[in-house]
């Protein structure tokens, strides 16, 4: 927060990959966004049905809830690129970011975390989205976003993990990076693709991707005796 407000740049709304199908504008960067809708739905079925292994069980539901809320709010901002169709892609994802850190932090640390920090949170990660839209200021956004890639890794070094498959976090994690380097390079990855797919659209998938691997994380591992 010392450093200057940082205004959202119009030009990210200027993506790659502008074609239409079937009546639907920006059709992969919209269709794309069902990854998460499947991933997510997969997430709350396993949180609601089984209790042992899932450890920060509210914190992974919420987590899940918000990717599977993050398909319809992302499909609907890639209808129609804007700062206001924006928030409701942001929003979701704030959900996710915040849930996931907090579930990584009490399954590691001490499972307390979760009661006192996952509403705290989540709120937090709404707040900026909202500060963001009212102020063009988006330095908490930012926070909520990245902050996470920063401090997972640490968590996951330094307290050791009582369920099995902890390794696929880390794997998890990369392929989030990936993702944000195939947004980053949106169109170049549509030339290099002959323009099959945008780095957007694959930002989507790759991301839907790296919750499978959490999802199958999940549903597999076991407590240590």
């Known amino acids: 927060m010392l450093l200057p407000p940082i205004a959202q740049d119009p030009a990210y709304h200027d993506f790659a990959d502008h074609r239409g199908l079937l009546g639907i504008p920006n059709f992969l960067s919209v ?11 997969a997430g709350i079925v396993l949180c609601a049905r ?12 919420a987590c899940f809830i918000g990717v599977t809320l993050v398909c319809f709010g992302s499909g609907y901002y890639h209808m129609n690129p804007n700062n206001d169709t924006l928030v409701w892609d942001r929003l979701p994802m704030s959900i996710g970011f915040m849930a996931l850190s907090v579930a990584v932090l009490a399954e590691h640390v001490s499972l307390r975390l979760e009661k006192y920090l996952l509403a705290p949170t989540i709120v937090f990660g709404i707040a900026s989205v909202i500060y963001w839209h009212y102020t063009d200021d988006l330095r908490l956004y930012v926070l909520v976003q990245f902050l996470p890639l920063i401090m997972l890794p640490a968590i996951l070094l330094l307290f050791k993990s009582p369920y099995t498959h902890g390794a696929l976090l880390f794997l998890a994690l990369a392929i989030y990076v990936i993702s944000k380097l195939a947004e980053h390079f949106d169109a170049a990855v549509f030339a290099v693709t002959g323009d099959a797919i945008s780095g957007h659209s694959l930002k989507h998938l790759l991301a839907a991707l790296s919750l499978l691997v959490i999802y199958w994380m999940l549903r597999r591992r076991t407590q240590f005796d």
């Not at 089984?50 to 539901?61: D, F, K, N, Y």
């Open 31 to 41: 269709t794309s966004n069902l990854a998460f809708l499947a991933v997510g739905i």
């Open 50 to 61: 089984r209790r042992e292994g899932i450890g920060a069980r509210w914190a992974w539901l």
